[in-house]
């Protein structure tokens, strides 16, 4: 007798493996997706919503799940974050808009700064939560293969981070001023070797530095001494100053370090 029932178990497991091997038996749940985790349907997501019932406390970013339960303050009922839960909400990260209507996965028509800034928040869930898989649909197909929303999201933001290199770039040359408003002195801007964040050995002077092809402009501070940047072999001794994106503050000394905003 228990050498019948032995035999038995062992031809079921058999049997079992060989549905599994087939794919015609599936625990219910996340499709296996190796080697990139579980492959999630949008249902299946929703039910990870942190509730009484639900199996875990999930979200997703740009078709990437992860589980965030470590942060139940936060994502799980009553959090201040909970309507992440459960969905890709991705676009609502950086619009801010927290509504039904905002709480969506569609990023079409965000700037490459936008998407820069979403991508920011992709690594941040990479690093500090638990990847456990895709979710099909927009960015990822039933597959589990990046669709074509997906690839035109990367694109987007690599123009942003081309961006942002040419904005690290130009603020190197002329760091941000430092600035100031009061009702009773008005406005003033000036600059130090730490004004907008750039550490530097030198302080330079406030000047307006508009966008080519444009009447916006900020403030900067440029150096006033040694080679212009883009000419470091040249025999002039004025630093930036004579760069054509350049005016003067209206009623400033050339070069004073600080300048009273006055209306022009």
Not at 25 to 30: E, F, I, L, S, T
Not at 81 to 106: K, N, P, Q
Not at 134 to 149: F, S
Not at 234 to 260: M, Q, T, V, W
Request: with cysteine.
């Amino acid at each position: 007798m228990l050498r019948s029932l032995a035999l038995g178990a062992v031809c079921a497991a058999a049997a079992a493996a060989l549905l599994l091997s087939r794919g015609l038996a599936r625990w219910p749940g996340p499709e296996a997706a190796s080697p990139h985790g579980s492959l999630f349907s949008k249902a299946e997501l929703s039910r990870y919503s942190g509730g009484k019932g639900s199996p875990g406390l999930y979200l997703a970013v740009l078709g990437q799940v992860f589980d965030v339960g470590k942060g139940n303050k936060h994502y799980g009922p009553g959090g201040a974050y909970r309507f992440f839960a459960g969905r890709d909400a991705s676009r609502a990260f950086v619009s801010g808009d927290f509504t039904d209507g905002g709480l969506v996965d569609d990023v079409s028509g965000l700037s490459p700064t936008e998407m820069l800034s979403l991508q920011d928040w992709l690594t941040f869930y990479k690093r500090e939560y638990i990847y456990k898989g895709r979710l099909a649909g927009t960015y990822y197909d039933h597959n589990g293969e990046p669709t074509q929303a997906l690839i035109h999201a990367e694109q987007v933001t690599e123009q942003g981070r081309k961006l942002k290199a040419e904005s690290d770039l130009e603020n190197k040359q002329f760091p941000p001023c430092n600035s100031e408003w009061t009702s009773t002195k008005g406005g003033r801007v000036w600059c130090s070797t730490y004004s907008g964040g750039v550490k530097r050995n030198w302080v330079g002077v406030p000047r307006k530095l508009y966008t080519a092809g444009s009447k916006n402009h900020r403030c900067a501070c440029v150096r006033t001494d040694g080679p212009a940047l883009n000419q470091p072999d040249s025999a002039h001794s004025r630093g930036d100053l004579d760069n054509p994106a350049l005016r003067e503050y209206p009623g400033c000394h050339s070069l004073s370090h600080f300048c009273a905003i006055v209306d022009e």
